[in-house]
């Protein structure tokens, strides 16, 4: 069964960094695609970032581009989301997520299935 367990969220002003990891359990570490998602209150969850197994490519949603920056590192089994330059409205739960074939329902992003999510972290950015 995959676990994913996330960490490093905290409360940040406006312009702030914040770097968040997440743990990934083994049989789920070389699954092609692992993602952030983020969810608000009283608004439905929504893709942040993906990034590939292969080839280590990466994907973003528009209103994190060029501030946000998912890596992965293979040997720790862990993904990371570095974010910069922080604003008010990216205050959210984050999670982690992977896919698992096994769970039938399933979110799409940026061509990758998402079916598995921690518990999440929270961020939080005053302004």
């Known amino acids: 069964q995959v676990h994913l367990v996330e960490s490093g969220g905290g409360s940040v002003q406006a312009g702030g960094s914040l770097r968040l990891s997440c743990a990934v359990s083994r049989d789920a570490a070389s699954n092609d695609c692992m993602g952030w998602f983020r969810q608000a209150p009283g608004k439905e969850r929504e893709g942040v970032a993906t990034i590939w197994y292969g080839d280590g490519g990466t994907y973003y949603a528009d209103s994190v581009q060029g501030r946000f920056a998912i890596s992965r590192d293979n040997a720790k089994n862990t993904v990371y989301l570095q974010m910069n330059s922080l604003k008010p409205e990216d205050t959210a739960m984050y999670y982690c997520?992977?896919?698992?074939?096994?769970?039938?329902?399933?979110?799409?992003?940026?061509?990758?299935?998402?079916?598995?999510y921690g518990q999440g972290t929270q961020v939080t950015v005053s302004s």
């Open positions: 997520a992977t896919d698992s074939p096994e769970t039938p329902n399933s979110t799409w992003f940026m061509a990758c299935r998402f079916a598995v």
